[in-house]
């Protein structure tokens, strides 16, 4: 009984995200942040972080991916599937109807000025997410992070550097600092 | 076989698509346009716009829109199907690698490289949704004429929102379609 109401409770939460992310696969990581780390509290945000970068350098749509991650995380295999189903209806469901009527939709100019309007509140969601994130890193107070931050930042906005290169240099980076800073605290541990 | 066919074409899109939505737009083309004739050009574009006006990825779209159109529902399903099977394969045994080794100090060092890299990742995404929302061709503009004013009004109104009071991100993305929506339509104002 409360396995199924977990079950029901992830499909609800990934349909309801799914069927909310205009904008690219990037608007589902606020969502599912806002959703899974500050509401229900099922997952930490540095899990949350850790799953994205998976997601985004795994091949297939961003918001799929998550969800299998997140399904999985929460649910094991049947909540893969879970997950799956919940962000693959609503897509299915709109393109089946929208189809059928597409050239009206499309060029109908109340949509098209309800979606200009709507990408405000997307890059909102964004910006509101990208602060609490980076504010978390920077309260840190470590140099390392935050310099990766901003280089990232320039590298991808202004010179449209690919992510999978991107992923894979902060990486090294990331394992080579922390066999420094290990090998540092066992020097220290010796004296 | 026209399932298997739509399966399989929508399986390379999924594998072979990485880093997001305007990444599979050439895939797509190459399969639907390019290799088997599904779409036209014309129909292809009005896939793209319809996706960036639609929830939902890009290539979950064309894939429920091109086999509704060629096989009906049953096509739509095997092709969604097709198309989401590498990213479950793929991502479920990575999946399994993270959540078994994310204590090793070298995993963890790695993940601790790669969190600000994804913020980072984000802010740049976000900033060109942004400057979409706020100039007219997403530009830095040259005269004022191309200036969304209620775009950038809405936005700074909706970050305001979501950092005082924690709202639900639904309720203000669909608060401000509908705002903007009324105010544009009904003082012509941008």
């Given amino acids: 009984m409360k396995k199924g109401r977990k079950y029901l409770q992830l499909f609800l939460s990934t349909f309801k995200l799914s069927a909310f992310t205009f904008g690219g696969g990037y608007v589902i990581i606020p969502l599912m942040r806002k959703q899974f780390v500050e509401k229900l509290h099922w997952i930490e945000e540095d899990e949350m972080l850790d799953l994205t970068a998976i997601a985004q350098s795994s091949p297939g749509p961003i918001a799929v991916n998550a969800a299998i991650l997140i399904g999985y995380r929460l649910a094991g295999k049947l909540g893969t599937l879970v997950t799956i189903i919940g962000t693959v209806l609503p897509p299915l469901i709109t393109l089946s109807v929208i189809s059928l009527f597409y050239q009206a939709f499309a060029t109908n100019t109340w949509v098209a000025a309800l979606l200009q309007g709507m990408q405000s509140g997307v890059a909102a969601v964004i910006a509101d997410v990208v602060f609490s994130m980076a504010s978390g890193i920077i309260k840190e107070k470590k140099w390392l992070p935050v310099l990766i931050m901003a280089a990232v930042f320039v590298a991808s906005y202004f010179f449209n550097v690919n992510i999978i290169l991107l992923i894979l240099i902060c990486g090294a980076i990331g394992a080579v600092s922390s066999h420094f800073e290990e090998k540092r605290k066992k020097e220290r541990g010796v004296e | ?190």
Avoid at chain 2, 57 to 65: E, G, H, K, Y
Avoid at chain 2, 171 to 181: I, L, W
């Fill in chain 2, 1 to 190: 076989m026209i399932y298997l066919q739509l399966f399989l074409s929508f399986f390379q899109i999924g594998l072979f698509s990485i880093g997001g939505g305007y990444a599979a737009m050439p895939l797509i083309q190459n399969q639907v346009v390019n290799l088997h004739g599904w779409l036209s050009m014309n129909e292809f574009v009005d896939v793209i716009t319809i996706s960036q006006m639609t929830p939902g990825p890009v290539a979950i779209n064309s894939a429920t829109f091109v086999g509704i159109k060629i096989a009906g529902v049953g096509g739509a399903l095997v092709a969604t199907f097709g198309c989401v099977l590498p990213s479950c394969i793929i991502v479920l045994l990575l999946a399994h690698f993270y959540f078994k080794y994310q204590n090793l100090t070298v995993v963890r060092g790695v993940l601790s490289g790669l969190r600000p890299a994804v913020v980072a990742m984000i802010a740049s995404a976000g900033l060109s949704i942004l400057l979409t929302a706020s100039f007219v061709d997403g530009l830095i503009p040259a005269s004022f004429a191309d200036v969304r004013f209620v775009g950038i009004a809405l936005f700074l109104i909706a970050f305001f929102v979501l950092r005082k009071w924690k709202v639900n991100p639904i309720y203000v993305m669909v608060g401000c379609g509908v705002v903007g929506m009324l105010v544009t339509k009904l003082t012509g104002l941008q």
